[in-house]
């Protein structure tokens, strides 16, 4: 229990000293005038309330990452719960603000156009198609798990196809609408039900007379069953992606930065939604091995049980939270998914219109743009879930790669401390390469663990090399 309550302590102290720190770098300029009012269009760029607005970037950024993800990477061990607390604080929520922030700064534009100022029109280029496709998968992916689940709950009256359907419907409604008329409405209801069943959880877990077996007594070794195949480094840091640190949070960020009042409100919506969703993830992660008994019943019950986590959910909050538990948990795994997957569609069109310049306030033009990115949708959902998760995995973490070496860039250009990005950004490229080389096929290149690891770090080198030498250019033109 102890071991839990200061990885807690960690998070929230993290968001009041490190994010105010993370804050104070970035200068923030209250007086200046947000995209919401000096860009406001009525369909993506739009003030709204400051509680909607977190909620909804939340619920964007959640899904299924922080209770899914937190209970598939606590089989890894006690080094589960570092990383949920110290990825979050020190990578994941200063990813998240860093990239509102310069979307914030320049006009509300989409992620690929960022990153591209920053890094050159070659890496915007990559990172147009790049985002497409994960944003594409993330659609395809949230559409068959959801439609899956709604369907073994309606045996006999709708199968899997027709809710397949109902979800793609709702999908192209949430992308063309304004963003105030139906994830304005929707998305805060959500979002305060999946933290009323964390807070539901919490309380359980610390006045349930329950023992949270962490296991840091015994050490930080790997608790994985097959531990020679799935080593903590690389794969637990992506496999408790959303829980600590997510490129796909980057994608969202952008769409709700259109919809801040004010620059000081950034950091209470955007590190304080990512350090919500770190606290969802080490709650569920507690939860999930104090439910079973510890790290070997919490494998034997995953075998059992298909390595799905649905069953888990749905049984732990009808468990301890009854009736109202099993509701919570309807909506934490059915509509968690959702929520992801219709504003990834929605974050498509807009990085499609940002880089084909095309004005969005008409909804023929709104539907124009989406037309391309449905038909993609549909077909992507034609293949094996299994292997769609796998790559979007990957590619989500790699995207947030790109996104921390572009904030790097970012600091660096406007004279501030770029030190807090740039440690993350080596980090995650190691990670993201060791990975990709070290997966087995045909999701990765199958190589020994000593080759990827060198490679990744190799990789990290030389982007810190070029941006070293980015840095003594910069300096040379100062003083020049």
Not at 32 to 60: E, H, K
Not at 87 to 102: E, N, Q
Not at 263 to 272: M, N, Q, W
Not at 454 to 461: L, P, R
Request: with cysteine; hydrophobic share 55%; net charge positive.
């Amino acid at each position: 229990m102890t071991s839990f309550l200061i990885a807690l302590a960690v998070l929230v102290g993290g968001y009041f000293i490190y994010g105010a720190l993370v804050e104070r770098i970035f200068k923030i300029e209250p007086e200046r005038a947000t995209p919401a009012y000096s860009m406001n269009d009525g369909v993506d760029y739009a003030p709204m309330a400051t509680w909607r607005v977190f909620l909804i970037q939340f619920l964007n950024i959640a899904g299924l990452g922080p209770i899914f993800g937190a209970i598939m990477g606590v089989m890894f061990g006690p080094a589960a719960f570092l990383w949920i607390a110290f990825g979050t604080i020190f990578a994941g929520a200063v990813h998240d603000f860093i990239a509102a922030m310069i979307s914030l700064r320049s006009g509300g534009l989409s992620l690929p156009e960022c990153v591209g100022e920053q890094l050159g029109s070659g890496v915007k280029q990559t990172m147009r198609g790049f985002s497409l496709v994960l944003l594409i998968l993330v659609g395809a992916v949230f559409v068959v798990s959801p439609a899956d689940l709604i369907a073994q709950m309606t045996p006999g009256v709708f199968n899997k196809m027709f809710w397949i359907g109902a979800i793609f419907i709702y999908y192209i409604l949430a992308t063309l609408l304004p963003v105030d008329k139906l994830i304005g409405r929707l998305y805060p209801v959500f979002g305060f039900a999946l933290l009323f069943m964390a807070l539901g959880l919490l309380i359980a877990l610390l006045l349930g007379g329950h023992e949270i077996p962490m296991g840091f007594a015994d050490g930080l070794t790997n608790r994985q069953p097959d531990a020679d195949k799935l080593p903590i480094f690389p794969m637990m840091f992506v496999s408790i992606a959303c829980g600590a640190i997510s490129g796909f949070h980057a994608t969202q960020s952008p769409m709700m930065a259109r919809c801040l009042k004010n620059e000081k409100l950034a950091r209470p919506v955007f590190y304080g939604a990512m350090v919500a969703e770190g606290i969802v993830a080490l709650i569920w992660a507690a939860a999930a091995i104090t439910y079973v008994g510890g790290y070997e019943h919490l494998q034997q019950y995953m075998a059992e049980h298909g390595n799905s986590a649905a069953d888990l959910v749905k049984e732990i909050s009808s468990n301890w939270l009854g009736a109202i538990g099993g509701v919570l948990a309807l909506l934490g795994v059915v509509f968690a998914p959702i929520t992801s997957g219709d504003t990834a569609l929605r974050s498509a069109r807009l990085i499609t219109a940002d880089f084909m310049h095309l004005n969005q306030k008409s909804i023929w033009r709104r539907l124009l743009t989406s037309l391309p990115l449905f038909g993609l949708c549909f077909l992507v959902m034609l293949i094996d879930f299994n292997v769609l998760w796998r790559y979007f995995a990957w590619c989500n973490q790699t995207l947030s790669v790109f996104t921390l070496w572009a904030a790097t860039v970012w600091l660096a250009r406007n004279r501030r401390a770029y030190i807090i990005t740039l440690l993350p950004a080596l980090f995650m490229t190691v990670v993201s390469v060791a990975y990709i080389l070290y997966a087995h096929r045909p999701e990765g290149f199958g190589l020994g663990l000593p080759v990827a690891l060198t490679a990744g770090a190799i990789v990290a080198g030389g982007f810190l090399i070029l941006f070293m030498r980015f840095l003594r250019r910069r300096e040379g033109v100062c003083k020049g």
